[in-house]
């Protein structure tokens, strides 16, 4: 069981992609809605009531919860367990006196819902975002075994990143592998030899096709790893846990004072290959520039607070995953290729899991502004 979670702006956006498939012309496309309490399928009725209770919190822009709960396609589940299921895992995550909808889609070869909630409560409150990804995730785990549903290998401990439906459609649809998996292939190959010195791991790379920027302080120690190839950056974090730094080194030689000027180089020469995509966002190709900024670079680094290659710090204390789309259109993946998209003209905005406090209170620090309550 998988969850696809988005926290964004557009209620209305999202919603209007789900009733669009309630009366899709293809019967596979189809979407029923299970339940809701909305009073009305109105859509000017549903804003109205949506803006009702937003008057309680005028100053949160983020009140989108839109997620879809992936099953596995073995899982037999009729409308009325789905629900029961939905509700669980909305109960847990704190969703108990908000306005909702759940939906299941016939699109895909497995059984899937979609959610889609206001944060805001009837009486004002909001349910916190907080560590939603980590908290989900322990969620799904339990239902699993309260359901006897087919279980999901934790995303903390799969030594390989699953192709998502975009990468998996990709491939059906050109008859080639996505760059992500290529990567994978390529280090995987490498690192199943023996005896391997990081010189000979870098060597080898490159020679495949493959440049690496490694998170490397002045001290030369190392904390991380990022991945290019033909274009394409990924940090070790998105490919999975085995390609992380800290894994990487249990499988070759690796000494930080012998292979400090070896790591330097691979550094210069994947700059002058990649140049500003060096400090770009992560899962992107070169055809897109990039400011040098390093604010959400996506550095591979195997610890919070991590130097990064130019002697900033990694402030934020977390990796993002591979496509860390602001305002994506929703699917059934984790998530989808960068910035966001229209569904036959209808524009879905539904924007990244970020703490909305953790930023308020970074801004009220900048600023040595006392703190409002934005929740």
Do not use: C
């Not at 009325?80 to 939905?86: K, N």
């Not at 934020?316 to 290729?337: F, H, K, M, Y």
């Not at 539904?350 to 502004?369: F, L, P």
């Amino acid at each position: 069981m998988i969850a696809s979670q988005k926290i964004g702006k557009s209620f209305m956006g999202a919603l209007s992609y789900n009733l669009k498939k309630l009366n899709h012309i293809d019967l596979k496309q189809r979407a029923e809605l299970l339940e809701t309490n909305f009073t009305s399928l109105d859509k000017d009725m549903i804003r109205r009531e949506i803006d009702m209770v937003r008057e309680q919190r005028p100053n949160l822009n983020r009140y989108v919860y839109h997620t879809s709960l992936n099953f596995h396609k073995e899982d037999n589940l009729s409308n009325e367990r789905l629900l029961e299921i939905a509700h669980q895992y909305l109960q847990a995550n704190g969703f108990t006196n908000n306005q909702y909808f759940i939906f299941r889609h016939h699109d895909a070869d497995h059984p899937h819902l979609h959610l889609l909630l206001n944060r805001i409560t009837f009486d004002g409150q909001v349910v916190s975002d907080s560590n939603n990804y980590k908290r989900s995730e322990n969620i799904l785990r339990n239902i699993e075994k309260q359901f006897n549903l087919t279980r999901v290998q934790s995303s903390q401990t799969a030594p390989l990143r699953a192709a998502n439906k975009d990468e998996l459609e990709m491939v059906i649809r050109t008859g080639k592998p996505s760059e992500k998996m290529v990567i994978q292939e390529i280090v995987k190959k490498l690192l199943n030899q023996k005896n391997l010195t990081l010189s000979e791991f870098i060597k080898k790379g490159e020679q495949a096709g493959i440049n690496f920027l490694f998170n490397q302080a002045s001290t030369g120690r190392v904390s991380g790893i990022t991945y290019f190839h033909d274009g394409f950056k990924i940090t070790g974090q998105a490919l999975g846990n085995r390609f992380k730094w800290a894994e990487i080194i249990k499988n070759i030689s690796y000494e930080q004072v012998r292979d400090s000027k070896a790591i330097s180089e691979a550094n210069s020469r994947t700059r002058n290959i990649y140049g500003e995509l060096t400090a770009g966002r992560n899962g992107q190709r070169n055809t897109e520039l990039y400011t040098g900024s390093t604010k959400g670079t996506g550095f591979d680094s195997s610890e919070p607070g991590a130097a990064e290659p130019n002697g900033t710090e990694d402030r934020s204390g977390r990796e993002r995953p591979l496509e860390t789309n602001q305002d994506a259109t929703i699917s059934d993946n984790r998530s989808l290729n960068d910035g966001g998209g229209h569904i036959d003209g209808i524009n879905i905005q539904i924007s990244d899991d970020v703490d909305d406090e953790a930023i308020h209170g970074r801004n009220r620090h900048r600023k040595s502004q006392p703190r409002r309550n934005r929740r």
